[in-house]
T-cell receptor, first 116, second 112 residues
Framework: GAGVSQSPSNKVTEKGKDVELRCDPI?????LYWYRQSLGQGLEFLIY????????KSGLPSDRFSAERTGGSVSTLTIQRTQQEDSAVYLC??????????????FGPGTRLTVL | KQEVTQIPAALSVPEGENLVLNCSFT??????LQWFRQDPGKGLTSLLL?????REQTSGRLNASLDKSSGRSTLYIAASQPGDSATYLC???????????FGKGTTLSVSS
């Protein structure tokens, strides 16, 4: 079946602009995660959504970052007033959370963001 | 704060060798541990998931072990092939199941 998809695959923007990154999780998966992968920092957790519960935003690096998940499916990560240090690959993952054995996370191909 | 360390950072081996990648974590209160593969410019591919109650998982030429009490996991790759060249990432899931905490990876190069 279809995996996690993300769009765009690449995004180049100017410092100070806002950007939106989109994630379509695997159909039926209730949990959705955003991560960031930057040079030297490795992969960092940003935010987690589970069904209709309040998201875990503990990984968001600043208030310029926000995310929403509409209808329990598609998610959008928004970065306002982008800075050069925001340049990274943004990865989305989903999992069929409900049972401990279902907690494997499946990742999308990522969006490479470059802030000039 | 949970920290995940992977050793070595890079490894080069000739084709056919068996090899071991190491992962250690500081807090043994984990939900599960997952090994991923990442090819250059690509996303992550899940290789093996070990629940906290399990000791090992096998898939083809891959075998992953977990020793939760000592905070260690190993990924064993048998009869390595050039197609195995990639970065291998280890990640532990926190007790709440809300986030994966990743190591920085081991970049493997298998020469023919």
């Amino acid at each position: 079946g279809a995996g996690v998809s993300q769009s765009p695959s690449n995004k180049v923007t100017e410092k100070g602009k806002d950007v939106e990154l989109r994630c379509d999780p695997i159909s039926g998966h209730t949990a959705l995660y955003w991560y960031r992968q930057s040079l030297g920092q490795g992969l960092e957790f940003l935010i987690y959504f589970q069904g209709n519960s309040a998201p875990d935003k503990s990984g968001l690096p600043s208030d310029r970052f926000s995310a929403e998940r509409t209808g329990g499916s598609v998610s959008t990560l928004t970065i306002q007033r982008t800075q050069q240090e925001d340049s990274a690959v943004y990865l989305c993952a989903s999992s069929p959370k409900g049972l401990p054995s279902d907690n494997e996370q499946f990742f999308g191909p990522g969006t490479r963001l470059t802030v000039l | 704060k949970q920290e995940v360390t992977q050793i070595p950072a890079a490894l080069s081996v000739p084709e056919g060798e068996n090899l071991v990648l190491n992962c250690s974590f500081t807090d043994s209160a984990i939900y599960n541990l997952q090994w991923f593969r990442q090819d250059p410019g690509k996303g992550l591919t899940s290789l093996l998931l070990i629940q906290s109650s399990q000791r090992e998982q096998t898939s083809g030429r891959l075998n992953a072990s977990l020793d939760k009490s000592s905070g260690r996991s190993t990924l064993y790759i048998a009869a390595s092939q050039p197609g195995d060249s990639a970065t291998y990432l280890c990640a532990v899931c926190n007790q709440a199941g809300t986030a994966l905490i990743f190591g920085k990876g081991t970049t493997l190069s298998v020469s023919s």
